[in-house]
C-alpha cells in the first residue's frame, strides 16, 4: 500500500496535520494587533492582563486558525495543484473532518468573545462572519484581487486592533485609535496581495482572480508596496499633526527600511515575496507598535 492510499483511508485526522491545518505562523498578525489596540487604549494594564491575554488568543489561534481552518476547507480544490502535500488533499485529514474543524472552532469563537463583554463580542461576530464570506461559496470574496485582501487586512489588523482598545475602554475607541488601525488596516491589503504570489497556478486554473493572477507579479508587487507604504505615510502625517513628531519619526525609520526592502522586492516579485513577507512585514508591524505608544501617550 503506498503512502497516498494509507492517507486517503484514514478515519481521522492526524494531530500534526490538524496543527498545520490551523497555520500557527498565520496568527501573529492578529495577536500583535490586539495587543497594539490594548496598548492604545491608554488606560492602566495593569489588572487588565487576563482581558489582554485573552483577547490576544481569541484573535490569533482561535479566530485566525478558524479562518485557516475554513479557508483549507473551501480551498481543497485549489490546493491540490498549488500544494498537493497540505492537510486536506493529502489526505491526512480525510472525509469531512476539515469542515467540522472549521465548525468547531467557529463555535468555540463565539463563545470566548462573549467573555469579553458586548464589544468583544460583536467584533468576535464580525470576525467569524469576514472569515467564511472570505472562503466560502457564494460569497467567496477571495476570486477578488482587491476584495480578498483588503477583508483580510482588516480582519487581521483593523478588527483586532479596535477590539483590543474597546474590550480595555468598554465602549468604542476614540477617534485618532480607529483611524490608525484603519490606516493599518488599509496598508495590510498589500501584505496580502504579496501573500497571494503562492498561488498563482492553482489561482488561474480555478478563477480566483488575484491582482497577481489580473495584473501580473510585477504590477501586483508594485500596488502592494505603494499601498503600504501610503498607508504608513499617512501614519506619520496624523501623528506630526496629532503632536507625536518623535514617534512618527521612528515610524518613517521603519518605512524607509522597507522601501529598501522593496527595492530587493522589485528585481524579482514573485521569487522575492516570501522573502519580503518575512523581512518589510516585521518592520510594518514594528511600526504598527511604535503608533500604538504614540496614542497611549496623547490619552
Given at each position: 500500500m503506498t503512502v497516498s492510499e494509507i492517507t486517503q483511508s484514514r478515519l481521522y485526522p492526524e494531530p500534526r496535520a490538524m496543527l498545520r491545518l490551523i497555520k500557527p505562523i498565520t496568527w501573529f498578525p492578529p495577536v500583535w494587533a490586539y495587543l497594539c489596540g490594548s496598548v492604545s487604549a491608554g488606560v492602566p494594564?495593569?489588572?487588565?492582563?487576563?482581558?489582554?491575554?485573552?483577547?490576544?488568543?481569541?484573535?490569533?489561534?482561535?479566530?485566525?486558525?478558524?479562518?485557516?481552518a475554513a479557508n483549507d476547507w473551501c480551498d481543497r480544490h485549489v490546493d491540490a495543484v498549488n500544494e498537493p502535500d497540505r492537510p486536506i488533499p493529502s489526505g491526512r485529514i480525510p472525509g469531512r473532518w476539515g469542515l467540522w474543524i472549521a465548525l468547531a472552532m467557529t463555535v468555540l469563537s463565539l463563545a470566548l468573545g462573549w467573555l469579553l463583554g458586548p464589544w468583544g463580542f460583536?467584533?468576535?461576530?464580525?470576525?467569524?462572519?469576514?472569515?467564511?464570506?472570505?472562503?466560502?461559496?457564494?460569497?467567496?470574496?477571495?476570486?477578488?484581487?482587491?476584495?480578498?485582501?483588503?477583508?483580510?487586512?482588516?480582519?487581521?489588523?483593523?478588527l483586532p486592533w479596535f477590539t483590543g482598545a474597546a474590550v480595555l475602554l468598554s465602549g468604542p475607541p476614540r477617534f485618532?485609535?480607529?483611524?490608525?488601525?484603519?490606516?493599518?488596516?488599509?496598508?495590510?491589503?498589500?501584505?496580502?496581495?504579496?501573500?497571494?504570489?503562492?498561488?498563482?497556478?492553482?489561482?488561474?486554473?480555478?478563477?480566483?482572480?488575484?491582482?497577481?493572477?489580473?495584473?501580473?507579479?510585477?504590477?501586483a508587487a508594485k500596488i502592494a508596496c505603494t499601498v503600504m507604504a501610503l498607508a504608513q505615510l499617512l501614519v506619520i502625517s496624523l501623528l506630526v499633526i496629532w503632536g507625536a513628531p518623535w514617534h512618527a519619526?521612528?515610524?518613517?525609520?521603519?518605512?524607509?527600511?522597507?522601501?529598501a526592502a522593496m527595492r530587493v522586492l522589485f528585481r524579482d516579485p514573485k521569487?522575492?515575496?516570501?522573502?519580503?513577507?518575512?523581512?518589510?512585514?516585521?518592520?510594518?508591524?514594528?511600526?504598527?507598535?511604535?503608533a500604538a505608544f504614540a496614542l497611549r501617550g496623547l490619552a
Open positions: 494594564l495593569a489588572g487588565q492582563w487576563p482581558l489582554v491575554v485573552l483577547g490576544m488568543i481569541l484573535a490569533g489561534p482561535v479566530v485566525c486558525g478558524m479562518s485557516q460583536g467584533a468576535t461576530v464580525v470576525g467569524v462572519i469576514a472569515a467564511w464570506a472570505y472562503s466560502a461559496e457564494p460569497v467567496r470574496l477571495k476570486r477578488s484581487g482587491w476584495w480578498g485582501p483588503g477583508l483580510v487586512g482588516l480582519s487581521y489588523e483593523g485618532e485609535i480607529v483611524a490608525i488601525a484603519a490606516l493599518y488596516a488599509f496598508g495590510a491589503h498589500g501584505i496580502m496581495t504579496l501573500n497571494d504570489f503562492k498561488a498563482l497556478e492553482g489561482d488561474r486554473q480555478h478563477g480566483v482572480r488575484s491582482l497577481p493572477v489580473v495584473l501580473g507579479p510585477e504590477v519619526l521612528a515610524v518613517a525609520a521603519v518605512l524607509l527600511a522597507q522601501i521569487g522575492k515575496a516570501p522573502w519580503y513577507n518575512g523581512t518589510g512585514v516585521v518592520l510594518y508591524v514594528t511600526g504598527m507598535m511604535i
